[in-house]
Every structure is written in structure tokens, then in C-alpha cells.
């Protein structure tokens, strides 16, 4: 599937969505901040920030913090909220442990459209209103261990 999103790469979209955490949570965003947030070099940083300015997403000088334009901001916010959504569905609804849970959600944010994940967020919400007993569900349904075991059914 194509992004969406100005056809930004997979890498593009997790710098956008970075910055916007970013400046969300600490008022700002710079550089080594990205570096430490995504595990990457400050000159790899650097190469992005400039690829996102010139797409107009950000405004980037040497040495200061980095702004979203509107459009980034927009756009940033779409793209973080996606995966706030499949973190949680991997993470809270499918118990997978915190760091595959977060690696999948990279994974899968920029292959599913944007109505796809609205739906699953919903299905969560769904799920934590409900009242069933999300958190436990791996109890009780243990089949298959592994791909290709099972009920004869499923085969």
C-alpha cells in the first residue's frame, strides 16, 4: 500500500511522529533528543530533518529546536496516533511483551490505512468496555502453540 501521507518512506513518518512526541511532551524537539528517541546518529538526524524541511513539515535551522509547520503537525499527530493504537492493541489486547509490541506497531503503522486503525482502535475500546476479561484471554484460549498445530479444523 502507498503512505498516505505526502508519500512520505516508513523512516520519514517515524521522524514526523517523533518531533510531534516530542515537542508534545517537552515543549520542544532537537535533535540529539530524535537521535536518542529513534536510536539513531545526530548526522542521520540531520539528513532527515532536512529532507522533512524541504517538504515543508518542519522548520529546521542548525543548533535550534525544530518546529512543525501545521501541515507537520497534522500530520505528525495522525501518524503518532496510529501508533498509540496498535501499540496498544499488540501490547494491552494481545499481551505481547512491551518491546514487540512497540517494534510491530513500527512495523504495521505504515501498512494499514488510516480507516483500518481507526477501526481497531475502536475494537479496543469495544474490548476495555465490554467488560470481558481482556487481560486474561491467553488462559483460557492456549491453541496453537505454533503456526500449524492446533484443532484438526484448522488445517
Known amino acids: 500500500m ?23 511532551t517537552s ?28 517538504r515543508g513539515l518542519i522548520i529546521y535551522k542548525p543548533y535550534s529546536p525544530i518546529r ?14 496510529r501508533n498509540f493504537i496498535l501499540n496498544e492493541f499488540f501490547g494491552s489486547v494481545l499481551n505481547l511483551p512491551e518491546s514487540e509490541a512497540s517494534a510491530t506497531a513500527c512495523r504495521v503503522e505504515h501498512a494499514v490505512s488510516d480507516d483500518t ?20 484471554w491467553e488462559a483460557k484460549y492456549k491453541f496453537p502453540l505454533s503456526h500449524g498445530s492446533g484443532p484438526d479444523e484448522i488445517e
Do not use: M, W
Open 2 to 24: 502507498k503512505n498516505q501521507y505526502l508519500q512520505l518512506t516508513g523512516t520519514q513518518e517515524d521522524y514526523l511522529a517523533a518531533i510531534f512526541r516530542l515537542a508534545r
Open 27 to 54: 515543549g520542544e524537539a532537537r535533535s540529539n533528543a530524535i537521535a536518542g528517541e529513534l536510536e539513531v546518529t545526530k548526522s542521520t538526524v540531520t539528513t532527515a530533518l532536512k529532507g522533512l524541511a524541504a
Open 68 to 81: 512543525l509547520t501545521p501541515e507537520g503537525r497534522e500530520l505528525g499527530k495522525r501518524i503518532a496516533h
Open 117 to 136: 486503525v481507526l477501526q481497531l482502535g475502536r475494537f479496543i475500546f469495544f474490548l476495555k468496555e465490554s467488560g470481558l476479561d481482556i487481560e486474561n
